[in-house]
């Protein structure tokens, strides 16, 4: 399963997924680092198919969940992020949020919250 996609770099994840972080240049996964200081131009994208427990990232192009997000959603720049539910609380500075439920507070600054 792959769970995100780098340009000139690729890394995937066993199915059982608890928590995705990205900050800057390092990816922590379920507690595993990925750094991508090699890489000058970066395009990120998240696949999730299952459940995870919270994603916390500061800059992607989409984040795709197949399934619920248990917990909460915590973005500063995101292009779109499509998920079934979400447990908890979403915050989003950039971008817009396509959910069919989402139980706790949403926000964002700059972006559209849609029911799909």
Partial sequence: MDIFNIKHNSASVG????SITIKGNNITI???SYN???IVEKNISI???GNCNNIEVDCCDTI???GDV?????CVNVDKIHVNGIGGDVTIT????NAMQINGKCRTINGDINHV
Avoid: L
């Avoid at 199915?15 to 608890?18: C, E, M, N």
């Avoid at 248990?70 to 915590?74: G, Y």
């Fill in 94 to 97: 950039n971008g817009n949020v």
């Fill in 36 to 38: 991508t200081n090699d």
């Fill in 64 to 66: 795709q969940v197949q």
């Fill in 30 to 32: 379920n507690g595993k």
């Fill in 70 to 74: 248990v917990r909460n959603v915590e």
């Fill in 47 to 49: 696949v999730v198919t």
């Fill in 15 to 18: 199915s059982s997924i608890s």
